[in-house]
């Protein structure tokens, strides 16, 4: 829970930046640390301006406890999620911001809800990951981020036919086949 917590206060203090179209920082600014949060920051920012960083971090906190098989950790990721969302100042962002967050915004918040009140259920989780997956993509093309991500893919996801993730490392830790196959996957691209 202390991990949680720190995550969420360092998450909200990230990612202000994200919601200023007009403040531009630089990679500097974030520092990728793999632990429990997956990130941390030099900067001190206001924290109701942050809750699209809070969207990330939960996102990735479902990533990498999928990774490890924990689907506990998981269904607090995707708490943070919906926590974050129901704190966004949409007033905030900009018209292009808004746009893409709308777009995304019912089917995010759906996909976090079945995330965390499925802590028994890590196929379930893995389901809802997917196309949750899809639309961190679509906000992290649409969002200035003071990070570089990645889009990982694995072929062997999804019976087969193949999913996606978004990773804050180029490491790959396979949210989908877990412990069972951790390094399975490519980096396709590199979100700037």
Not at 16 to 40: E, L, P, R
Not at 83 to 106: F, G, H, P, W
Request: charged share 25%.
């Amino acid at each position: 829970m202390k991990n949680i917590i720190s995550a969420l206060a360092i998450a909200a203090i990230t990612f202000a930046s994200c919601n200023n179209a007009d403040n531009k920082n630089t990679d500097a600014d974030v520092k990728i640390d793999s632990s429990a949060t997956g990130m941390q920051s030099d900067n001190m920012q206001a924290p109701n301006e942050s809750s699209m960083h809070g969207i990330l971090t939960g996102y990735l906190q479902v990533k990498n406890a999928l990774a490890d098989d924990n689907s506990n950790d998981a269904a607090n990721g995707g708490k943070a999620i919906s926590e974050a969302m129901a704190k966004l100042d949409k007033s905030s962002l900009s018209a292009a911001q808004a746009k893409a967050y709308n777009a995304v915004a019912d089917d995010l918040k759906e996909n976090a809800e079945h995330i965390n009140e499925n802590s028994d259920k890590i196929d379930h989780q893995r389901e809802h990951f997917e196309m949750l997956s899809q639309d961190m993509y679509d906000l992290a093309k649409s969002f200035d981020r003071t990070q570089t991500l990645y889009k990982d893919f694995c072929p062997m996801a999804n019976d087969k036919k193949g999913a996606f993730w978004i990773s804050e490392t180029k490491e790959i830790k396979n949210p989908y086949l877990g412990k069972k196959m951790p390094t399975c996957g490519d980096v396709k691209e590199e979100i700037k």
